[in-house]
T-cell receptor
């Protein structure tokens, strides 16, 4: 059983399109995250939701909109895709009231914008 | 200023040797956590080891140990008896608490480790 699952694993699309990436965790965690990893492997947090509430919203174009229907799901919708959006997007989850607050990551979604 | 600094973009080690991957951090939060993650070529992020700022002893997990020097703000990862499967990118990360009480994670830029047979 996959703890944090993302779909799709690969996403190839044209500039200007709108796409969504889905994330689900079955760990019972209360916090979920979206990260972007660029071509140089730099991993930067984009958003974090705690119990369906947005708690971290880093400087990200407003074309990116996270949606959390419940605390087990955090989806990422991207409007008007641009070439610079090509990257690997990781979803992660953690339980913040545990001492270690370890984040567990999904396998990543490789987005290629043509 | 970078909060997490990994000064070694690439490291090489002979199989069965030990290797140390460097990580220094910067924070004014007295309660923070430090993590190491491994990212093999397949792309997934694998949690390796955790050190809390108040932990008295250095963390160990199997062949991984964390050399935590609080005064120097360093949290180096030591991998003993390297194996070919240890070849991967390694990321140091820190968790701080914001004024609002939420946790902000920050990752370093990573070190690429190659283990030679």
């Amino acid at each position: 059983d996959t703890a944090v699952s993302q779909t799709p694993k690969y996403l190839v699309t044209q500039m200007g399109n709108d796409k969504s990436i889905k994330c689900e965790q079955n760990l019972g965690h209360d916090t979920m995250y979206w990260y972007k990893q660029d071509s140089k492997k730099f991993l930067k947090i984009m958003f974090s939701y705690n119990n369906k509430e947005l708690i971290i919203n880093e400087t990200v174009p407003n074309r990116f909109s996270p949606k959390s229907p419940d605390k087990a799901h955090l989806n990422l919708h991207i409007n008007s895709l641009e070439l610079g959006d090509s990257a690997v997007y990781f979803c992660a989850s953690s339980q913040v009231d545990r001492p270690k607050n370890i984040q567990y990551f999904g396998a990543g979604t490789r987005l290629s914008v043509l | 200023a970078q909060k997490i600094t990994q000064t070694q973009p690439g490291m090489f080690v002979q199989e069965k040797e030990a290797v140390t991957l460097d990580c220094t951090y910067d924070t004014s939060d007295p309660s923070y956590g430090l993590f190491w993650y491994k990212q093999p070529s397949s792309g997934e992020m694998i949690f390796l080891i955790y050190q809390g700022s108040y932990d008295q002893q250095n963390a160990t997990e199997g062949r991984y140990s964390l050399n935590f020097q609080k005064a120097r703000k360093s949290a180096n990862l030591v991998i003993s008896a390297s194996q070919l499967g240890d070849s991967a990118m390694y990321f140091c990360a820190m968790r701080e608490v914001t004024a609002g009480g939420s946790y902000i994670p920050t990752f370093g830029r990573g070190t690429s480790l190659i283990v030679h047979p």
